[in-house]
């Protein structure tokens, strides 16, 4: 599974430009948009909730998470409209990291939305990742695949596009056989995310004052 990944010929991409492909190739008739999220750590800077998280606010952070629920459901809409559907597979490794733990309170505001998302405990799939991680990508039709890259302060900083239809085909099928291993967003969460205290970040607590 993933096997012929890590030999793909892609074109890096800065960010500018990925978000710009990304949006001409959504728009242009492909059926489905597959994302696979394998990393552990990383930076949102810009988005409200993650920089509330970050600053050690947790209360503020899943408020300001909950603000976004009219965004989501209008992406959801469009989606709709253009007969996009979307799936989405969170890989979370265990003990659950701070920024996940923060994610899928994100991600459950995108789910009560209607937004199609399963979780993976990173331990069923050490047979796949014997040799390297799954890969972060996200998949447009049979058109495009983005590898989603990151510098090396956890900062997003493009993507690797590769054009090459086997290879897309390659890797869909290995996230189809990843999504039906996983589980359904909310009986994960409300089992594993749930009776989590609060986070700590760079050695803060991260819920509401005094509330150590």
């Known amino acids: 599974m993933f096997d012929s990944f890590p030999a793909g010929v892609s074109e890096r991409m800065d960010?500018?430009?990925?978000?710009?492909?990304?949006?001409?190739?959504?728009?242009?008739?492909?059926?489905?948009?597959?994302?696979?999220?394998?990393?552990q750590h990383f930076k949102e800077r810009g988005f409200a909730s993650w920089e509330a998280f970050a600053a050690g606010d947790w209360t503020r952070a899943l408020s300001?998470?909950?603000?976004?629920?009219?965004?989501?459901?209008?992406?959801?809409?469009?989606?709709?409209?253009?007969?996009?559907?979307?799936r989405r597979l969170r890989v979370v490794e265990f003990p659950v990291t701070p920024y996940v733990q923060w994610e899928l309170f994100v991600l459950r505001v995108r789910v009560d939305?209607?937004?199609?998302?399963?979780?993976?405990?990173?331990?069923?799939?050490?047979?796949?990742?014997?040799?390297?991680?799954?890969?972060?990508?996200?998949?447009?039709?049979?058109v495009v695949m983005y590898e989603v890259v990151y510098d090396g302060d956890g900062n997003a900083a493009g993507a690797n596009r590769f054009t090459e239809r086997e290879l897309i085909r390659e890797?869909?099928?290995?996230?189809?056989?990843?999504?039906?291993r996983a589980e359904e967003f909310h009986e994960f969460f409300d089992r594993e995310i749930l009776p989590l205290a609060p986070p700590r970040v760079s050695g803060m607590w991260t819920g509401a004052p005094g509330a150590r």
Not at 64 to 82: H, I
Not at 116 to 136: C, G
Request: glycine residues 8%.
């Open 15 to 39: 960010r500018p430009t990925y978000h710009e492909d990304f949006g001409r190739v959504y728009t242009s008739g492909i059926h489905f948009l597959n994302k696979l999220e394998r990393g």
């Open 64 to 86: 300001l998470a909950e603000e976004r629920r009219a965004d989501y459901a209008q992406e959801l809409q469009k989606a709709a409209r253009l007969g996009i559907s979307h």
């Open 113 to 142: 939305e209607g937004d199609d998302i399963k979780v993976l405990d990173a331990r069923k799939i050490r047979d796949i990742e014997k040799d390297r991680p799954a890969p972060e990508v996200v998949i447009l039709g049979d």
């Open 171 to 180: 890797t869909s099928s290995g996230f189809d056989a990843l999504y039906e």
